[in-house]
């Protein structure tokens, strides 16, 4: 197995997310999750683009599906990922578990919290904005556009501000 693709793997694995491709939610929770934990500082080099269920990344779907024919061939290696790198994921992690008291599954949370970045930070639209655009285009995640705001501030991955 390349580099590239022991690096995506080490980093699925730190934050919990796992490589299986299966279903439809495993890989929209890939997606997010990378989307995300490249935010933490972990830059594998993959560029998102809007998709109608939010940030999407062709080239981190080929490499997902290739990770996954390699992982049939080959066993798992206890390969880790730098500390530094690690810690910064370790960091980031309760953030891809939706808050308790909201009534989303997991891969709901990480389609909101990381569309709602991707509206506010590559889209450039303010709160309400990015909230209208969630309200049009994810009418049941957009309520809770708010809960998104506040957890990626808590997370230093967005500004809490309008």
């Known amino acids: 197995m390349d580099g590239a693709l022991t690096t995506l793997r080490l980093l699925l694995d730190e934050l919990g997310v796992g490589s299986d491709i299966r279903t439809l939610d495993d890989r929209k929770r890939i997606q997010k999750a990378v989307y995300l934990g490249q935010l933490s500082g972990v830059d ?3 560029r998102f683009g809007w998709y109608r269920m ?78 209208d655009v969630l309200a049009r285009e994810k009418p049941l995640l957009a309520p809770h556009a708010d809960r998104a705001r506040e957890e990626l501030a808590r997370h230093a991955l967005a500004s809490a501000g309008t």
């Open 54 to 131: 939010g940030p999407y990344s062709p080239q981190l779907t080929r490499d997902y599906f290739e990770l996954a024919s390699a992982l049939a061939d080959e066993p798992a290696t206890d390969q880790r990922l730098r500390a530094p790198y690690r810690d910064r994921l370790a960091r980031l992690r309760p953030l891809l578990d939706p808050p308790a008291d909201l009534p989303l599954d997991r891969e709901q949370w990480l389609e909101l919290a990381a569309s709602y970045h991707y509206l506010r930070h590559a889209r450039e639209l303010d709160h309400d904005a990015a909230r």
């Open 44 to 46: 594998l080099g993959y």
